[in-house]
């Protein structure tokens, strides 16, 4: 198997990763129509976040929600006000690529300078890991975590764990982290799609269906089926019972880059894409979302669904959009 797990990679980082966990436990011009303000709330660097480009979001246990972003580290919200967290706070980069909870409740930030976890209102950053670019929970409450200088790392029971694959050195580099509903660990590279079932790994490429180019997000819909997101791609991709099937994005333009996938609590299925805001798909068609939809940005580069069913958009200058979906 040329993709192999490698435990111990570096006795002083599982020491420091266990110490932190164990103390956790203690603009635009187009006309915007009035209707859209029915169901659009907005957060920019005025109301909200501390940057207007969002990178990443995250819905917590308490139900935060907590935007990472490019410029000014992470800004959480608890329903009624934002606050915000960056260097000057702890955290060893201002630039928060993705954000994840462990199961003792401290929070995770991947950024460009390593790993950072906030422990009650303590810091802990881990450096050497390089830039972390993707971060996950598995139903067993192992970490996982998509690193520059590691390939991919499992934390469990106090042990770390490597993913590396030594035939090629693009399928290390790592941009999605995922958990099917049949608890299948799933590893979007920047050449194949990986799946992991108890230890036994399975690469994708574009001979078993895939557009090519980089894994770029992933998600499960309430039928099961799996979406692929990529980068440079006129198509999402939808798997289910072993295939991989193309659907194409009808959004004016012959090539997309797809940067994250949700449900809404209708079924629909929404897409963010670079430039070309957002597509909603009910099964059989796609409807497309743009600034005077009511987006606040162009590039979509982050979407989820809160507990109370409502959507969130991450954009690029124009900060957060809270969307509640209508039956249109």
């Known amino acids: ?61 308490k139900g935060n929600i907590w935007a990472g972003t490019q410029n000014n580290g992470v800004s959480k919200f608890d329903g009624h006000s934002w606050t915000n967290y960056n260097v000057a706070d702890g955290l060893p980069d201002n ?9 003792y409740g401290n929070m995770w930030f991947g950024t460009l300078a390593g790993l950072s976890i906030l422990a009650g209102n303590e810091w802990t ?11 996950l929970k598995d139903h067993d409450d192992h970490m996982w975590l998509s690193t520059t200088n590691y390939a991919v790392l499992e934390y469990t029971n ?48 574009a001979s078993d269906g895939l557009p090519g180019g980089a ?60 430039v070309m805001g957002a597509l909603r798909y009910n099964g059989s068609f796609m409807r497309s979302y743009s600034v005077k939809d009511g987006l606040p940005g162009r590039s979509v580069t982050k979407i989820i669904r809160d507990r109370n069913g409502y959507l969130w958009f991450g954009t690029m200058e124009g900060g957060v959009a809270r969307y509640l979906p209508l039956q249109d």
């Open 1 to 61: 198997m040329k993709y192999i797990k490698t435990p111990g990679i570096e006795s002083i980082l599982t020491l420091a990763l266990a110490c932190a966990l164990l103390s956790g436990c203690i603009k635009t011009e187009d006309a915007l129509d009035p209707e859209i303000f029915k169901a659009w709330e907005y957060f920019d660097i005025n109301n909200g976040p501390g940057d207007d480009y969002i990178l990443s979001l995250f819905e917590d246990k």
């Open 215 to 274: 894994i770029t997000a992933m998600h499960q819909d309430i039928w099961g089926n799996i979406w692929i997101g990529t980068i440079l791609s006129a198509y999402v991709t939808r798997y289910n019972n072993g295939s991989f099937e193309l659907v194409n994005l009808p959004s004016g333009i012959s090539i997309n880059s797809v940067n994250s996938i949700a449900s809404d609590n209708n079924g629909n299925v929404w897409f963010g894409l670079s």
């Open 158 to 205: 106090n042990d770390l764990y490597q993913y590396y694959d030594n035939e090629c050195e693009w399928c290390n580099v790592v941009d999605v982290l995922f958990e099917d509903i049949e608890r299948n660990i799933w590893i979007g590279t920047w050449q194949d799609l990986k799946k992991i079932t108890r230890n036994t790994v399975t690469s994708y490429t």
């Open 95 to 103: 630039s928060v690529l993705c954000i994840e909870q462990d199961g």
């Open 125 to 135: 950053n881990f450096a050497d890991f390089g830039g972390v670019f993707a971060l």
